[in-house]
């Protein structure tokens, strides 16, 4: 009998200790003493996330979802209406941006890899946010020529402060392509919300070149974002192996890929002519060895007061967070962190709550928020 009452004892504080949440461990980095707190879970590859104005996060999944995430980290079931995807490689349902009217228009803009004659390209399209399901799915954009394969699709979509649509996507792994102005491989592209070309497009009116071109000689940009102060659009884009690079990118200018590059090939070859040629622009910085970046917010919140004005950019290849401290456009210092995560990281994002988020690349992908631990 005795026997029995303390088992049941034993096991009445076992299932107490389990039911009460652990806080996260703290993790000191350079400039903030942090917890990581999992904020949504058990997500298949999610790729790019949204902030809605009630809080809730509109989150895609790389096979071809699309789910909201509750306050509580509840996940819908997947919204209706998504357009069929071409889930290879690196395809998939890729990135969503809100429109900066979403609190009345419900209206959203996302990219995705279209299957189509050929293969596949990186598409833009728009939709209306009905709660279950897209409404009014329009294709804005479609990235020529579709091509086989399931490499360097990019893509990130921003509303820039001029509004129009910034979509940086990926030469398809035909490096060459980045230079040739007639097709949109590796390039920054520059449209209108409904999708025509903005007047005043750098190519506007060449005939050996297509008019949605804002940038050139990119080769798989996976981080985009606006900078909170200037509302310029920056990006980074990954290299072979080497030479991953941050580009504030300029009207019409050529950002060098393939013909100069920091990288080598992964064979071991040299590529192009060296690291610099004339005509051709230099990154901000660049990561050699490769950190394989993707994902990318300036953070303007001031829960973490230390990181105030720093540029963030997460790591598929270390798990690890980077952060960049500017003085304008010149790079300060950089801090690798967050190695504690333990999975890759697809997506980073400053949040309207003044926290960043993160969502990591897994087949049981989670999103993080980033509080400070004090
Ligand atoms: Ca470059």
Do not use: C
Request: aromatic share 8%; proline share 7%; net charge positive.
């Amino acid at each position: 009998m005795r026997l029995v009452l303390s088992a049941s004892l034993v096991m009445t504080l076992f299932a107490g200790s389990v039911a009460v949440a652990q806080p996260a461990p703290v993790i000191r980095t350079e400039a903030a003493s942090l917890r990581v707190v999992t904020v949504a879970s058990s997500l298949e590859n999610p790729w790019g996330m949204a902030f809605m104005p009630d809080g809730r996060i509109l989150v895609t999944e790389r096979p071809g979802r699309m789910r909201v995430v509750a306050k509580d980290g509840k996940l819908s079931p997947p919204l209706g209406n998504v357009p069929k995807v071409f889930n290879s490689g690196q395809g998939g349902l890729l990135d969503v941006a809100l429109d900066p009217g979403f609190a009345t228009n419900r209206t959203f803009y996302f990219t995705y890899a279209e299957p189509g004659e050929g293969g596949a390209s990186t598409a833009l399209a728009t939709a209306v946010f009905n709660e279950t399901a897209l409404a009014d799915v329009k294709v804005l954009f479609r990235q020529q020529p579709k091509l086989s394969g399931g490499l360097h699709f990019g893509s990130r979509v921003v509303v820039g402060s001029d509004g129009k649509l910034w979509l940086g996507v990926g030469e398809r792994y035909r490096r060459d392509e980045a230079q040739n102005l007639n097709v949109h491989l590796g390039k920054l592209l520059r449209l209108n919300k409904d999708g025509s070309v903005p007047a005043d497009n750098p190519f506007v009116g060449r005939s050996d070149a297509r008019p949605e071109i804002w940038s050139y000689g990119h080769r798989n940009i996976q981080g985009m974002a606006r900078h909170p102060q200037t509302g310029i659009v920056w990006l980074h884009e990954h290299g072979a192996q080497g030479g991953d690079e941050i580009n504030i990118p300029e009207r019409a200018k050529n950002y060098g890929w393939p013909v100069i590059t920091h990288g080598i090939d992964y064979s071991g070859a040299k590529i192009g002519v060296g690291t610099a040629a004339p005509g051709m622009e230099q990154p901000l910085l660049h990561w050699t060895p490769s950190i394989a970046p993707s994902g990318m917010a300036f953070y303007s919140g001031s829960k973490i007061p230390g990181w105030t004005g720093n540029l963030f950019v997460g790591s598929l290849k270390f798990g690890t967070l980077h952060r960049v401290v500017l003085d304008g456009t010149r790079v300060v210092r950089q801090e690798q962190m967050l190695k504690e995560i333990g999975d890759n990281i697809r997506d980073v994002r400053d949040a309207p709550d003044g926290f960043l988020y993160l969502a990591t690349d897994s087949p049981r992908g989670r999103i993080l928020r980033l509080e400070p631990a004090n």
